[in-house]
């Protein structure tokens, strides 16, 4: 079975690598496919395009995007996308417009319980106040001596009902997939496993996740029990979606699995990449 790893981070978004050196480490991992697929972001794909011919590697041009479900944040990655395409790109720059904003209130609210210029801090791992995430202010918590890890620091300060955690309004479920398709790349719903929801609200979700021109799930990922590989095996013959693997890396010692270092689909499900030219 090809090594494919289709869920991947680099610093232009949360990542802590730049593109060019995430190509690297999937290709020194045995990954044969790769897709990079920032937060809410595109700007990475040209060099890491670039980065992948030079290292033969089949490249994937990919985005994650952040929504907003019934309260709560889910993400969708778009595989395939045409990185050029208008809707797509206006829709990204609007997701993008409220994390300063965000961003701003968190360093506040850290400031009551100890942890001063977090803004200024967090900005230093990211540079872009456009892409200033949670993983920024944890790497920069973390960099304080605070937390033992990017877990602790998660669990501690930056997760709901913690003083670092405040909700952002993103894109709707429509518009991600509108946009993903509006672009010509296929919807894929990220990391199901990681999401609160009740199977009444599973069942809901995915039924208008397919209706919208959804067509597949993540099942093999790194935040995924082996249990959770079952369940949403399961699930993606139920729903009748493609299934998709990636280890959803952002940084060496940081992330749940490396690059390419995911146990294989379940040979009972169809591979997202079945009819690719590859």
């Known amino acids: 079975m090809l090594n494919v790893d289709l869920h991947s981070h680099s610093n232009v978004?949360?990542?802590?690598?730049?593109?060019a050196g995430v190509a690297a480490r999937a290709k020194a991992n045995g990954v044969?496919?790769?897709?990079?697929?920032?937060?809410?972001?595109?700007?990475?794909?040209?060099?890491?395009?670039e980065a992948a011919a030079a290292f033969g590697l089949k490249y994937v041009p990919g985005v994650e995007i952040s929504i907003t479900w019934a309260g709560d944040t889910v993400h969708i990655v778009g595989l395939?996308?045409?990185?050029?395409?208008?809707?797509?790109?206006?829709?990204?720059?609007?997701?993008?417009?409220?994390?300063?904003?965000?961003?701003?209130e968190m360093a506040a609210n850290l400031a009551t319980v100890g942890i001063p210029d977090?803004?200024?801090?967090?900005?230093?791992?990211?540079?872009?106040?456009?892409?200033?995430?949670?993983?920024?202010?944890?790497?920069?918590?973390?960099?304080?001596?605070v937390c033992k890890d990017i877990g602790e620091v998660f669990?501690?300060?930056?997760?709901?009902?913690?003083?670092?955690?405040?909700?952002?309004r993103w894109a709707s479920l429509q518009e991600a997939v509108t946009?993903?398709?509006?672009?010509?790349?296929?919807?894929?719903?990220?990391?199901?496993?990681?999401?609160?929801?009740s199977d009444l609200?599973?069942?809901?979700?995915?039924?208008?996740?397919?209706?919208?021109?959804?067509?597949?799930?993540?099942?093999?990922?790194?935040?995924?029990?082996?249990?959770?590989y079952e369940q949403f095996a399961k699930i993606a013959k139920t729903y009748g979606l493609l299934?998709?693997?990636?280890?959803?890396?952002?940084?060496?010692?940081?992330?749940?699995?490396?690059?390419?270092?995911?146990?294989?689909?379940p040979a009972t499900l169809t591979p997202i990449w079945h009819d690719w030219r590859l």
Do not use: C, M
């Open 13 to 19: 978004s949360d990542g802590a690598l730049p593109p």
């Open 155 to 168: 669990r501690r300060y930056l997760t709901e009902g913690n003083p670092g955690y405040v909700p952002h």
């Open 179 to 197: 946009w993903i398709r509006a672009a010509g790349g296929i919807a894929v719903v990220a990391h199901p496993g990681r999401y609160q929801f």
């Open 32 to 49: 044969e496919v790769w897709a990079l697929t920032d937060h809410d972001e595109i700007g990475g794909i040209k060099e890491a395009r």
């Open 118 to 145: 977090a803004f200024e801090g967090a900005l230093k791992f990211v540079g872009n106040p456009d892409l200033i995430s949670r993983t920024h202010f944890a790497r920069y918590i973390l960099e304080l001596g």
């Open 80 to 104: 395939q996308i045409d990185e050029t395409n208008e809707t797509l790109v206006k829709g990204l720059a609007a997701t993008r417009s409220g994390r300063e904003r965000r961003a701003h």
């Open 201 to 228: 609200e599973l069942d809901i979700f995915l039924n208008e996740f397919k209706r919208l021109g959804g067509t597949a799930v993540e099942v093999v990922t790194g935040s995924h029990t082996i249990e959770e």
């Open 243 to 265: 299934a998709s693997r990636g280890s959803d890396f952002h940084a060496p010692g940081e992330s749940h699995v490396d690059l390419g270092k995911l146990p294989p689909l």
